[in-house]
C-alpha cells in the first residue's frame, strides 16, 4: 500500500511517494520514503532525489540514498552526469554500516541521421572505508541505424572490478523492432 503526490510544470517537477508494503513471496517487510525535484529546459535539465527504506526482520536494514544530477544539450551533442551516494545500516546480532557513492557521465554525438557515437564511464566505491574496492566501466559505443527498423550497436566496454578483475568486451547487437 502507498501513496504518491506529484507535480510538473513547463519548467519544474517534483514527486513524493511513501509506500508500507509486505513482500509477496518472503515475510518481508518495507517502509519507504522517496521524493525527487528538478527543473527542465530545452537546453538543461537537473535535479536532486533521495529515498529512505526501512527493511523489518532479522536483521533489519535501514537504507538511505541521495543523487545529484545534470543533463546538457547543444547542437549534436549531449552530456548527462549523476552523483549519488548513500548508507545502509544492518542490525540484528551484530550491527553494522556502509557507506557508498558512485558517479557516472556520459557524451553523446550525433554524427548524422541515424549514427550516434557514445562515450560512458561509471564509478563505484560500495564501502568508503575500503576505497580500494571499487568497480570502474568505460565504454565506447556506435549506434547505426541504416535504415528504418534496424539497429545495429558497436560496443567497446573496458572494465576495472576489485572482484572480477580488469577486462574487456567487444559487442555487435542487431535489433530489429517489430
Not at 527543473?39 to 533521495?50: E, K
Amino acid at each position: 500500500m502507498g501513496i504518491e503526490v506529484g507535480i510538473a510544470g513547463p519548467k519544474y517537477f517534483g514527486q513524493l511517494s511513501l509506500t508500507n508494503a509486505s513482500g509477496t513471496i518472503s515475510s518481508e517487510r518495507a517502509e519507504t520514503l522517496a521524493g525527487k525535484v528538478g527543473v527542465g529546459g530545452q537546453r538543461l535539465a537537473a535535479g536532486i532525489s533521495g529515498f529512505h527504506q526501512y527493511r523489518r526482520g532479522f536483521p533489519s536494514i535501514t537504507d538511505n540514498r541521495w543523487a545529484l544530477y545534470a543533463m546538457r544539450t547543444w547542437r549534436r551533442w549531449t552530456a548527462i552526469a549523476e552523483y549519488g551516494g548513500g548508507t545502509s545500516r544492518y542490525s540484528g546480532a551484530l550491527t553494522a554500516s556502509r557507506n557508498l557513492y558512485a558517479a557516472f557521465y556520459e557524451v553523446d554525438y550525433r554524427v548524422g541521421r541515424g549514427i550516434n557515437v557514445r562515450n560512458r564511464i561509471d564509478y563505484l566505491v560500495p564501502d568508503r572505508k575500503q576505497p580500494a574496492a571499487f568497480n570502474r566501466r568505460s565504454l565506447i559505443e556506435i549506434d547505426l541505424a541504416p535504415v528504418p527498423f534496424t539497429e545495429v550497436k558497436l560496443s567497446y566496454r573496458d572494465h576495472a572490478e576489485t572482484i572480477g578483475g580488469e577486462y574487456q568486451e567487444y559487442l555487435v547487437q542487431f535489433y530489429f523492432p517489430f
